[in-house]
C-alpha cells in the first residue's frame, strides 16, 4: 500500500471452523472484488434468489438443495463477499444520477446482476441483519434478511444457527414465506414445511431469548 501510494486496508478474516471452499465458477473475479457472484443455480417450478456470506454461505448452499429436492423451488444462489461494498457502489451510482440529472442514468452492479431474475430474495449471514439489509433498496421486490440478532449462547454451531434461524431449514422456510407471500406457494405447505424440516414454531425468539 505504501509503494503502490493507495488509500486502502488490506485485512484478512479468520474463522475458528474447518469447512471446504467451494470451487470458484469462472469469470467470477470481478464479482469477487465487487461484491458477490453468482455460485449455482437448480431449477424448479418457482423461483428465488439467494444470498450468503461467510460461514452462512453452506447453509444457504444445503438450502438450495433443500428448495430444490423436496419442494421444487429452484434458485440462484450468489456468494456475497461484501454487503457494503454492494452498498458503497449502490449509493454512489445513486448519487451520480441525481448531480447529473440530465445525464445516462447509471446502473449500480448489484442491479445490473439482479436484472430480470425470478423470484423473491432471501439473504442469510452470520451478522446483524442490518448489515445485508444496506442493499435492500437497489433489490428488485426489497431483499429478505436472517441474520444473528438478538441475545447468543454458549452452544454449538449447529444450536446456534437454529437458534438465530439462519441454519439451512430457516433459509428455506423463508423462501417458502416469501413465495407465500407472492400468492406463489400455499401457506398451509409453509407451516407443514415447518414441520417437515423439524423447526419448533414455539421456539422463542432469539431478539428476546
Avoid at 79 to 100: I, P
Wanted: net charge negative; aromatic share 8%; proline share 5%.
Amino acid at each position: 500500500m505504501y509503494e503502490e501510494n493507495e488509500t486502502a486496508i488490506y485485512y484478512i478474516t479468520l474463522e475458528n471452523e474447518n469447512y471446504h471452499m467451494p470451487e470458484m465458477p469462472a469469470g467470477c473475479e470481478e464479482g469477487i472484488i465487487r461484491g458477490m457472484y453468482k455460485l449455482s443455480t437448480t431449477e424448479g417450478a418457482k423461483h428465488v434468489q439467494l444470498f450468503g456470506a461467510g460461514p452462512i454461505l453452506r447453509e444457504t448452499q444445503r438450502a438450495q438443495q433443500i428448495l430444490a429436492e423436496k419442494f421444487n423451488v429452484g434458485s440462484h444462489l450468489w456468494s456475497v463477499t461484501s454487503w457494503t461494498q454492494l452498498h458503497r457502489d449502490a449509493a454512489e451510482c445513486e448519487r451520480w444520477n441525481m448531480l447529473n440529472p440530465m445525464e445516462p442514468q447509471r446502473t449500480c452492479y448489484l442491479e445490473e446482476q439482479l436484472a430480470g431474475v425470478e423470484g423473491p430474495c432471501i439473504a442469510a449471514s452470520d451478522y446483524l441483519r442490518c448489515l445485508p439489509e444496506q442493499i435492500d433498496p437497489w433489490v428488485p421486490g426489497g431483499l429478505f434478511a436472517l441474520g444473528t440478532d438478538g441475545m447468543g449462547r454458549s452452544e454449538t454451531r449447529k444450536a446456534l444457527r437454529r437458534h438465530f434461524e439462519v441454519d439451512a431449514e430457516c433459509i428455506a422456510v423463508a423462501a417458502l414465506f416469501q413465495l407465500a407471500e407472492r400468492g406463489e406457494f400455499e401457506k398451509k405447505d409453509v407451516a407443514k414445511a415447518v414441520k417437515d424440516l423439524g423447526i419448533d414454531p414455539e421456539q422463542p425468539s432469539a431478539l428476546y431469548a
